[in-house]
């Protein structure tokens, strides 16, 4: 998976992500419109359960105002929806093309970034739509211009653990169920429904903070909702996180992705 | 410097076999994953393609054929030896294998064109010419999971034809759509060769490698058993492939071939009947079968249960198709042959067998006139076997020969001048 590897496949992966995201709108009446209304209804459904039932004293908006904790949750789920999707997509992305790589050759790497950037666009939109609520709530600001910054890092980190998800699901069919498993748990090990800062014994606020998930969503709520540049040290370690994990995707790549066809 | 399109040297691969695969974590821990049969498809490989060239791969079924091809195509990694190659692959290795059902044809070409390591203008520029080349135009903008299992082939045929590869790998595209697609198909890969496309052929049909390829590999088991032109390499395969038929025959002691007498029609008075036939060779050996081009003899035994004074003993060849081939018969009248009681034999001498390659069915006669005697219909099988690859057509091997004479321009005559 070195990058101009990539680049020289950018068609095949590009055409990918464009056959995952036409497949999974297909048949249906409003097709694309989905990709617009699921996240608003979820975004309707967090209104009404934490709004209504459930009373939770929300984190202020960035502009000093009172909170929302929908959005607050939102802002949180659209980050981690974008890296479990990347993972599971990936995982059944590269499986489903089993039977095209034992006939044609194509790198492997293809079908999981396909997967990573049909995940991304549909995040891309979720995305949109947060910031449209921010601006309804007119919490804006200058910390919004280092988004590109966060996503371009964030998208490198998932596509590497979605690769080495991906190919170790080829040779350990099990993986795919010790990930849902591993999903879950690392989803109440970040701070998306709770804040990190009500946790206060410090071993487990170590291991919260030491998660490199609760690293991006972290950050991603920082330069959004709470408007600031976020802390350095936890930039560090998405960039720390990121680098680990799409340089254990290339050995992995080149040490086992090039003999998928033969465990299919 | 010789320019070798493909170079592959002391190639070997290897694959684990065995009903029990470890896929599961659990597996690997409980039982180790050290335990499993290993299985050379490929053994020590060399060769050279030199560029431009057309290269065929021969042999039995299972003899690492389609193994040598995915290699080559990059879809298997090789355990040993090294694969070199120079320009851009196109395989052709099941067509139609990257359709996505639910895809239009159209969006189809682009995945399967980014497949091959083409770029989107690429394809743009090809499209036209692919989207012709399938005739299926009306229904491009379907989704695929429509098409028919024809227009399927069609479509991944004319896809990797089209986008220009540099090196084409074709494994056994014979059987692909109806008459008219396959000669269009065919027609492309001569317009290919013609081009300098270097092209890696395997094919079952020895008339095609023979016709298509300048040169020819021979797996057996794994192993190369022979390389080189063509003809010499389709040569030695038949060569074997008969003289093995031959012993398997032998050993199995069944040299006069004969159908099941109960399963074909058996008429006549009886006086006389045909007990058994054997064929044979140039040799003088009772075969299984006979050779195209050599002289043979067809030996018709039979059991006469009184003297009959005017007999006559007629062969029927038929194709295995039902087409009458030939039916030669002993003579009537004056030529009439007289048989003693008991047991004799009738000899059929031929010169040279002009029988093209195939099965054919022969019915024995013997009449006298009017009166049937014995009459087995279809009762026994000649095998004919070739000699060397064959491209002609046709159900005999017409003899002639050709002449050229050089014609004058002003000497042709015209409809009008004719009188």
Redesign the interface.
Same mark, same amino acid.
């Given at each position: 998976m070195t990058a101009p590897g990539v680049l020289?496949?950018r068609?095949?992966v590009?055409?990918?992500a464009?056959?995952d995201m036409?497949?999974r709108f297909?048949?249906t009446a409003i097709g694309w419109a989905w990709s617009l209304l699921l996240p608003l209804a979820t975004l309707g459904i967090y209104t009404l359960v934490v709004g209504h039932l459930f009373k939770i004293t929300p984190a202020a908006f960035g502009d000093g105002s009172k909170g929302n904790f929908a959005v607050w949750l939102f802002v949180g789920l659209t980050a981690w929806g974008f890296f479990s999707n990347s993972v599971n997509i990936s995982m059944s992305a590269l499986l489903g093309t089993g039977?095209?790589?034992?006939?044609?050759?194509?790198p492997s790497f293809a079908p999981v970034l396909g997967a990573v950037i049909g995940v991304a666009i549909q995040s891309a939109i979720e995305v949109g739509l947060v910031l449209v609520v921010l601006l309804v709530f007119t919490n804006v600001g200058f910390t919004w211009l280092l988004l590109p910054v966060w996503i371009v890092i964030f998208v490198a980190f998932s596509a590497g653990a979605a690769m080495l998800f991906a190919i170790g699901n080829i040779?350990?069919?099990?993986?795919a169920h010790?990930i849902a498993v591993f999903l879950q748990l690392l989803f109440y090990a970040t701070p998306i429904l709770y804040q990190d800062s009500l946790i206060h014994d410090r071993v487990l606020h170590n291991v919260i903070m030491s998660n490199p998930l609760t690293e991006f969503v972290v950050l991603f709520r920082d330069l959004v909702y709470g408007l600031t540049p976020g802390r350095v040290n936890i930039w560090a370690g998405a960039l720390a996180w990121t680098v680990f994990a799409v340089s254990l995707a290339t050995f992995v790549f080149h040490r086992y992705g090039?003999?998928l066809?033969?465990q299919m | 410097m010789t320019d070798n399109a493909i170079e592959v040297a002391g190639l070997s691969k290897k694959?684990r076999i065995g009903t029990e695969r470890r896929?599961? +974590?659990?597996e690997?821990f409980v039982r180790g994953s050290g335990r499993y049969d290993e299985f050379w498809a490929l053994r020590d490989i060399s060769f050279a393609v030199p560029r431009g060239s057309t290269f065929g791969l021969i042999g039995h079924n299972g003899s690492g054929k389609s193994t040598l091809l995915?290699v080559l195509?990059?879809?298997?990694?090789p355990t040993d030896g090294s694969l070199a190659t120079k320009g851009r692959?196109s395989?052709l290795?099941?067509l139609g294998?990257?359709f996505?059902g639910?895809?239009t044809g159209r969006?189809n070409i682009?995945?399967n064109g980014?497949? +091959?390591?083409?770029?989107?203008k690429q394809i743009a520029a090809a499209m036209e010419e692919i989207i012709d080349f399938s005739g299926i135009e009306e229904f491009i903008d379907s989704p695929v999971k429509i098409y028919s299992s024809g227009m399927y082939v069609r479509l991944g045929f004319s896809i990797a034809v089209t986008v220009d590869p540099e090196i084409l790998i074709v494994d056994e595209i014979i059987a692909v759509g109806d008459e008219e697609f396959q000669r269009k198909c065919f027609d492309h890969l001569y317009e290919l060769r013609r081009r300098g496309t270097t092209i890696v052929v395997v094919s079952h049909s020895l008339g095609v490698v023979a016709d298509l390829c300048d040169r020819a590999l021979w797996l057996d088991k794994g192993l190369l058993k022979s390389i080189g032109p063509v003809r010499d390499v389709t040569d030695n395969y038949l060569e074997a492939v008969n003289r093995k038929e031959a012993d398997a025959k032998e050993r199995s002691g069944e040299v006069s071939v004969e159908t099941d007498g109960e399963r074909t029609r058996r008429l006549g008075s009886g006086e006389i009947r045909v007990t058994h036939l054997d064929f044979i060779d140039h040799n003088g050996n009772a075969s299984g079968f006979l050779s195209g081009g050599e002289k043979c003899m067809i030996r018709m035994h039979y059991q006469a249960e009184q003297e009959l004074p005017s007999v006559t003993f007629g062969l029927g060849f038929s194709h295995e198709s039902g087409v009458n081939v030939a039916g030669p018969n002993s003579g009537y009248g004056e030529r009439a042959t007289k048989v003693p009681a008991g047991t004799g034999c009738i000899d059929f001498h031929i010169d040279d067998l002009i029988l093209q390659p195939g099965t054919f069915l022969v019915t024995t006669a013997v009449v006298d006139r009017g009166h049937t005697y014995d009459y087995r219909d279809r009762a026994f099988e000649l095998r004919v076997r070739a000699q060397e690859a064959v491209t002609e057509p046709g159900l005999v091997r017409l003899p002639g020969r050709w002449t050229h004479e050089q014609a004058t321009v002003s000497s042709v005559p015209t409809g009008s001048e004719l009188p």
């Open positions: 020289q496949y068609s095949l590009w055409n990918f464009q056959r036409k497949s297909t048949g039977t095209l790589l034992q006939k044609i050759y194509f040779y350990f069919r099990d993986l010790i090039r003999d066809a033969e | 694959f896929d599961s +974590l659990k690997r995915k195509a990059g879809v298997y990694r692959i395989a290795l099941e294998a990257g996505h639910e895809l969006e682009y995945l980014a497949i +091959l390591g083409l770029t989107r």
